[in-house]
Every structure is written in C-alpha cells, then in structure tokens.
C-alpha cells in the first residue's frame, strides 16, 4: 500500500511520518512532499493509495488535488490535515470525495482513528476496482448531514453515540459535532433526541402500547429518563399527551 504526504511545511510531514508505526497498518511505502507540483506529478504517475494533504499550500491546493483524483476517478483515498476548520472548506472537501478532515495540530490518538476509518475504505477499492462510487450526491442537501439523518432515522432504536454516527462518515467525533451545528443550526444530539421523541409521540398517538414499551422501541432503556425527556420536551407526560390526542 502507498501512502504520500503533502504539505508545504517540512516539519509537518516530518510529524506525520513518525505519527505512528506505518508498517503496523500494512503501509510500506511513503512519499513527503513539501512541493505541491512535485506532488501533482507523482500522484499522476503513481496512484497511490492514500493522498494525505493539507489545504492551503503554494501553487495547488489539497482541494484541487482532491477535485483532480475525483476528476480522474482514481481509487486514491484523501485525508485534508489543515489548521482551518471553517466549514466552507469541509463542505467543498466533501464534494471532492475527501474521506477524512482532521485539523491541526493533529493529536496522534485522532489520526490513528482516521485511518482506522479510511484504511478498510482502500481495501475495499482494491478489492472492486471497478465499482462504481456510491457516495453521489443527488439532493442539495450536504452529504455528510443527509447520510448522518438517514442513518438515525433508520436507527434511532439503537444505541447511537457521536463516535457511532461519526464512523458512519468517516469524521473524527469532535469534528462532526462541530460540521453539523454549522450545517443546521442544531447539534447531532439533539437532532437525535428530536426525532426519538417524534417517534415515539407517534406511538403514543396511533397505539396502545404501554409507555415502557415505547420508550425501549425509540432508543431509551429506562422508562423514567426517557418520560423526563418526553416532559422536557412537550411540556407533559407521555401518558398526559396520550389522552390530550384521542
């Protein structure tokens, strides 16, 4: 497996080439770069497997590197290390098919998550090269937020936690929580607990099911905690709602 590593500071690729021990994750082989053009043309020649890159850097950018290998529909993965954390960076990474985005400085336990997510992803492209992306973008919706709530809405009656839903795009936890409040204006937690409620507001109007029951069926194994929330939420009890519908 081949891995490059650009940035235009040395110190940078320096750090993440003794991050951690590459040949532990089947990686033997690394290019650093601090020169993008120089970058650019290895990447076409070598098709590595992995692209590690930061945004900003002289003459070409990690997006236009991204936008290249998406472009060129090349099995290349792209992890984004940047020291920007505005969301309009990320959104545009997302749309060039960037797996992961860690900002700087990069702790080393963040960055062994990320390739934990992105390694099996290049496994996966070797082993079907010719399979088609399956990660196109066909609403106006941001990706990572709409893959985010089909999940949960498939899912809320299980055991959800932001590094849960944050394996499921293939962002560091912090990072997700921090991209989705910027996308909606709520944060993943909420829009959780949210639609957990919704449902089983549901139930309570459209069956006879005891309130226990619901509460376990939406995602809450103690009935308490979760009356509390329905309370909390709708401003009565489930059992005072249910007689407030019928």
Not at 45 to 61: F, G, N, R
Not at 68 to 83: A, F, H, P, Y
Request: with cysteine.
């Amino acid at each position: 497996m081949k891995v490059m590593v650009v940035d235009d500071e040395r110190h940078m690729t320096e750090y993440l080439k003794h991050i951690i021990d590459w040949e532990e994750y089947g990686i033997r082989q690394i290019a650093l770069f601090n020169d993008a053009v120089k970058a650019e043309a290895y990447l076409k020649a070598e098709e590595p497997d992995l692209l590690i890159v930061d945004i900003c850097m002289p003459e070409i950018s990690g997006l236009e590197l991204a936008k290249w290998i998406k472009d060129q529909q090349l099995k290349t993965k792209v992890m984004i290390v940047s020291g920007f954390s505005e969301f309009g960076y990320a959104q545009q990474a997302m749309r060039y098919g960037v797996t992961e985005y860690l900002v700087k400085p990069v702790l080393k336990n963040e960055f062994i998550q990320a390739l934990g997510n992105i390694l099996p992803l290049v496994e996966k492209k070797e082993s079907h090269p010719a399979e088609p992306d399956s990660q196109v973008v066909n609403s106006e919706e941001d990706e990572v937020v709409s893959r985010v709530k089909g999940y949960i809405d498939e899912h809320y009656d299980e055991p959800l936690s932001l590094d849960t839903l944050s394996r499921i795009v293939h962002l560091n936890p912090s990072y997700l929580s921090h991209y989705f409040k910027t996308a909606t204006g709520e944060t993943l937690m909420s829009w959780l607990l949210r639609i957990r409620l919704q449902k089983a507001a549901h139930l309570l109007q459209t069956s006879d099911l005891k309130v226990n029951v619901i509460s376990e069926m939406v995602g809450y194994n103690k009935a308490q905690y979760f009356i509390a929330l329905f309370k909390k939420k709708y401003g009565m009890t489930p059992q005072q709602y249910r007689k407030q519908q019928n």
